[in-house]
């Protein structure tokens, strides 16, 4: 691929400015859109930083409820890593480079606030593996999904092989993590890759939206379900239980259960005012 034209600036949350990519905050949402256009938005370390920084400070913002991660333009969500870069990497650095991924991917797979991936073309290798990071997925028609770093000698680095398998069970993810196979829209909603398949115009509109059916509840709620969920995967089914249960408790003394209990109650019903608390 071609170099990439220079990317749109944008002011950090923190007041630093980022070189690849926007951050924008609207109704609660957090919008982080990688901006290496000319570069199909692929991944270089510095991206990756910079997509960290974006994440910790959503996650920190008391104005921010959710995040969308998307990418800049109507071709590309993300094409994986910067080819040019990793074809220079010796052994250890190419560890380095995964490791660092992962653990960038992870604190967007454990947010305390829900994360969707809006797929808005191409996601390939480190893009297919950014959007199975996030709590949801929704896609437009023209998205595209493979993990094709067989095809260069190499392997997934950034979570895929361990992601898609626990998402769309063993014998399809080895389809496309051993041939590279590319799959589309439609194939990866019936696969259970994605949550929504959308018309492109309708892309972000449908992930605000569904970010704001989960934003109108309880927000601790959220929280420890998200927690509840994930947690679970690394866990036995007793421990996986007995954390549930601890968090149904914690739940269940917040001021928002009695809140949420109380608005259902009431004749006539009405809508709870939840505080995060």
Known sequence: MSEGMAPEHADGPSGGAYENLTYEVADRVATITINRIRKFNALNAETEREIDRAVRAAIDSEDVGGIILTGAGERAFCAGADIEMISNFTGPQAKEFAFD?????????????????AI??????????????????VASETAVFALPEVTLGVIPGHGGTVRLPRLVGRGLALEMILSGTQVDARRAYEMGLVNRVV?????????????ASILDKAPLAVRYALESTLRAETLSLDDALYLEATLFGMACATEDMKEGTRAFLER?????EFRSR
């Not at 991924?101 to 991936?117: D, H, L």
């Not at 006539?268 to 709870?272: I, L, M, N, Q």
């Open 101 to 117: 991924g992962q653990f960038i991917f992870r604190r967007i797979e454990t947010s305390p606030k829900p994360t969707v991936a």
């Open 120 to 137: 808005n073309g191409l996601a390939l290798g480190g893009g297919c593996e950014l959007a199975l990071a996030c709590h949801l997925r």
């Open 199 to 211: 018309p492109a115009a309708e892309l972000l509109p449908a992930c605000r939206a569904l970010l």
């Open 268 to 272: 006539p019903k009405r809508k709870p």
